[in-house]
Each structure stands twice: as C-alpha cells, then as structure tokens.
C-alpha cells in the first residue's frame, strides 16, 4: 500500500482507525482541526519563555510534523510541538553574558536536534534496548526531575513579578480546567488558561487601570497596561514570519555556535529521547501494533525536525502528549489528520497578526501557566520512577543519583581555566550518568545500610522482607 493511500472507512462509534486508515475528509479535517486546538497552547507559550517568536514556532511545527510522518512512513501518528525540555538550557544560556543572543540559542539547539537524529540512528540499528542500557528509567527521571525545577528561578524572576494576581488566578484556573473539565476541554488546558488569563487582564486594565512592575527583560518598574496590541493594529493579515526578537535579533536568523551554549543543550536530548520512546510505545498500546521498528526513526526525526526548525530561528519540537489524549477519546489514530493539522498550522504561520496577538500575551498570564507547567515537567521525572518501580532504598539509586540532581537544580559549577564553565542542568545531568554507572551493579549485599534506613525505617539486615518482594532486607 502505497504511504498515501490510506483506507477510507466510516466505523461504528468506539471502533478504531488505524494509522493507514481515514475517516471521509470532511470528518478528518475536522479531527485534524481538534489536534491543532489541542497543541496549540504549549506550542506557542514555550517559545514566548524562550524569547523566540511563537508565530514561527507554529508555522515550524506544520512544516517539522510533515517531516515527520514521511520519515516514520505514516506508522506513527504524532504532531510535533514545541519542546519545553530546552527551556531551562535557553535561560541558563541568556543568563551567560549578553554576547549570548537567540542566534546562540538557536545554534546550540540544532546541535541537540542533530544529536538526537544520531542517537535515533543508533536506535534504529541497534535496537531499542540501547536506551535502556545507557539511559535506564532511573536516570532518565532524574535528568527531567532537575531539569523541570532548574526553571523555578525564571518564574519566580521574570513572569510572576509581572503581574502577581493574574498569575496566580491563571494558575489556579489551568490546574482546575486540568484536572476538573471533563474529555477533550481537560487535555486543552494550557490554551484555555491563556484565554482565561488574557480576558482577565483585558478587564484588569478596564477596572484598576494600568499597572506598575518590571516588564521581562527590564530592570526597573514601568506604568504599563496589561494587554497592549499596538504590535497587532501594526501587523499585516498575510505575510511570513518577520521582525526582530527582544534582543534585536531578526525572527528569522541564522545559528551561531558556542560550546558553552551546545553544552547546556545537551541534557535536553535524553528529555526527548524518553518523549519520543514513550509516545511510541503509547501508540503501540493504543494501536495494537508493533511499533518497536520505527522507534529509532521516530527519535531521529524529532532530532532533524528540531535541527531543521531552528536552522531558521525556529523552536526544537517533540512529539505531543496533549495529541495522544485526542487520540485516545477519539480512537481516531489516522496519520492522514495530522496532515491536515500541520497544513493549518503553517496557514496561522503566515498570518502574522495572529502572531502579534500572540506575542502580546501579558507577562502575568504566562507566570500562572508556567508556574503550573514547570512544575509538570519536574514531576515527570518523579512519575518515570513511580511507574519503573524504582527503588530508592538501593544506595545505587539513591546515591548515585543525590548528586546530579542537586547539582542540576541548585545551579552549581564547575570551572576550567578562565574561559569555560560548566554548570546547572549541564553538570548536573553529566554527575546523574557518571556517578550512577559508576556505581551500577558494584555495591555488595551489605552496603547501603544508611540509605536502605533513609527509605526503609524497619530495616534489619538479615531478614527478607516479604512485602516488597524481597528486593531488600530489613
């Protein structure tokens, strides 16, 4: 069967479509319509706290998820959003020096993206064990743990200051919509709490007039409404992506390069290779289908997705878990709706009033997003190790990781010389890989009392412990 011949059937409500089936047009490009809503609000915020444009980022993320489905051939249904696992590294790399502008930012990222395509090389020869060997769940959650909380610091410094009550109700409103909305309106969270907390700051500006606080990037506090759209009367309705970030550099730009930038980057890698495998074997669930083969193509075409993206001042991309909780209420798993998703993506891509709209977003309502979201993407990491059963009352796990993830979230360095450091997320992810494998399957039957003790308080060496199967003594 031909890549794009897809079957066209009409099944019962609850009946399955496959990746190489469609629904009739009418319906997939209403189904694919559903994804673009579903993507949208993460797509768009990541790269606003990043200080890239947003409205490149959607057009990206069409052009990056055509790319995709050609290269896992249409197998694995996913749209490629935004990536917030870079996020982190981009503020640690603003935080360097002012010589280092989004041009450095987006050239780090393409080496992460080529690197990730390599490792999905590997992948694909070696087989899928590889990742588990080198990258076991263990460390896989303590890089993503520290990588989420090193981004407390760029709530708590740029967004909530901005506008503290706004913040604080968008927050309150995205955990509510998250949690409490029922179907489809829970997994559109992100992008209804923006439409909550634009309206309130709408009104805000109407009721208390404009408010006084340090705008992002500023360094003293200014009178200033909430909502300003003199950038959206100014945009056109037609047009490519175009402007200057706060930084002065072009919307589109190309990358420039530093070592200190790409070494910051990297840990985001191992982020997105335990994305990219979990929405694999997610669909593979859902579909019933051995996906096991096109598991390394997956990872690299994230990986050159992410480099072709930011080649042109783009933001990296990863496959979208808000697009497999569309999947899983619909059954709907057609790669011939993504299609229709990306081509109306790269549609609000060229309109660059929408765009402006966008980039207006108030300072206030991306603190209570982020403040939500941040969080989230730390708690993943705890939640790789809930569900692999990790056990910290094994000084391998406990120790071996202690290190790294203070490290990566208490921001320490280490220096070489005068002219290279090596710190935050960095060091952290490079002490969490080292100092684990280094201890991995060296420790004896009677070591690690202290931290079996830490987790374990009725630990009594000698005796096994039937109700934890007996993977410790007490």
Not at 210 to 233: C, K
Request: with cysteine; hydrophobic share 55%.
């Amino acid at each position: 069967m031909s890549m794009f011949k897809w079957e066209v059937v009409d099944p019962a409500p609850g009946q399955a479509v496959l990746p190489m089936q469609r629904l009739p047009w009418g319906k997939t490009i209403g189904l694919g319509a559903q994804h673009v809503v579903a993507m949208f609000g993460a797509t768009f915020v990541f790269p606003l706290v990043m200080g890239l444009d947003a409205n490149l980022a959607i057009m990206f993320s069409g052009f990056c998820t055509i790319l995709f489905l050609l290269i896992v051939q249409n197998r694995v249904p996913s749209y490629l959003g935004t990536s917030a696992s870079f996020v982190a590294s981009v503020a640690a790399i603003r935080a360097l020096d002012t010589d280092n502008d989004s041009s450095y930012v987006t050239g780090a990222i393409l080496v992460g993206g080529l690197v990730l395509a390599a490792v999905g090389v590997l992948v694909h020869f070696a087989g899928a064990q590889l990742i588990h060997r080198v990258l076991p769940p263990a460390v896989t959650g303590a890089v993503v743990m520290l990588i989420g909380f090193n981004l407390a610091p760029v709530v708590a410094g740029i967004y909530w200051p901005q506008d503290q009550w706004i913040a604080l109700l968008t927050a309150a409103f995205m955990v509510f919509a998250a949690v409490v909305l029922p179907g489809f309106w829970s997994r559109i969270a992100v992008f209804l709490a923006l439409v909550f907390g634009y309206v309130l700051s709408w009104l805000a500006d109407i009721v208390f007039g404009p408010i006084t606080s340090v705008l992002g990037g500023a360094t003293e506090a200014t009178e200033h409404d909430r909502v300003s759209w003199a950038g959206v009367q100014a945009a056109d309705w037609i047009g490519l992506p175009s402007g200057t970030l706060a930084d002065g550099v072009s919307v589109v730009h190309g990358p420039s390069f530093s070592l200190t930038a790409i070494l910051l980057v990297l840990p985001g890698v191992i982020a997105l290779v335990a994305e990219n495998t979990g929405h694999v074997k997610a669909v593979a669930e859902m579909t019933g289908e051995d996906l096991d083969p096109y598991m390394g193509r997956a990872i690299g075409a994230d990986g050159i997705a992410t480099a072709f993206a930011s080649a042109f001042g783009g933001s990296p991309t990863t496959t979208y878990a808000e697009n497999i909780g569309v999947m899983g209420a619909t059954r709907v798993y057609s790669s011939a709706a993504y299609y229709v998703a990306a081509l109306v993506a790269i549609l609000l891509g060229l309109c660059p009033k929408f765009g402006a709209v966008v980039n207006a977003t108030p300072g206030g309502v991306l603190g209570g997003i982020t403040v939500v979201l941040y969080g989230m993407i730390g708690l993943v990491g705890a939640k790789i190790w809930v569900e692999n059963n990790i056990d910290f009352g094994n000084p391998v796990n406990m120790v071996g990781l202690a290190a790294g993830i203070i490290a990566g979230i208490g921001g320490v360095t280490l220096t070489f010389g005068d002219d290279f450091e090596l710190g935050g997320i960095a060091l952290g992810t490079i002490l969490v890989i080292v100092f684990f494998h280094m201890v991995k399957g060296r420790g004896s039957d009677s070591a690690g009392a202290v931290t079996r003790n830490l987790s374990h308080p009725d630990y009594d060496e000698g005796v096994d412990d039937a109700a934890s199967g007996g993977t410790h003594k007490r």
